[in-house]
């Protein structure tokens, strides 16, 4: 087991290393042992190893045998500038908020 371990105060800190957290993930996955069996078996809490089987069906992981994948979306880039600039989406985001929030503000009580 590679974990790193940290001396604290009082407690022990384990850092797993994605490769770790995997292997352990895929045997709970691929074997008869429940999730508690394995974590126990590793040194880990169960419900750790829940969270890590949650990351790594959903592919926060890395790459699973589990997960599809990743999909890319073409892209073409033209040398126009954006007609819209980082500036002026803040200014409409916070504008659109301020209306939202006093908009919500407005209503209470008018039933």
């Known amino acids: 087991?590679?974990?790193?371990?940290?001396?604290?105060?009082s407690a022990r800190r384990r850092f797993w290393t994605i490769g770790e957290k995997r292997r352990i993930v895929e045997q709970t996955l691929s074997s008869d042992m429940s999730v508690a069996m394995v974590a126990r078996q590793h040194g880990v809490n169960a419900n750790q190893v829940f969270c890590w089987r949650?990351?790594?069906?959903?592919?926060?992981?890395?790459?699973?045998?589990?997960?599809?994948g990743v999909r890319l979306l073409p892209v073409s880039v033209n040398g126009e500038e954006p007609s819209l600039t980082l500036a002026?989406?803040?200014?409409r985001l916070t504008n659109w908020?301020?209306?939202?929030?006093?908009?919500?503000?407005?209503?209470?009580?008018q039933y």
């Open 97 to 109: 908020r301020d209306d939202e929030h006093r908009d919500s503000r407005s209503s209470v009580g």
């Open 88 to 91: 002026d989406y803040t200014n």
């Open 54 to 68: 949650k990351l790594y069906l959903a592919g926060g992981l890395g790459k699973s045998m589990h997960s599809e």
């Open 1 to 9: 087991m590679g974990a790193e371990v940290v001396a604290g105060s």
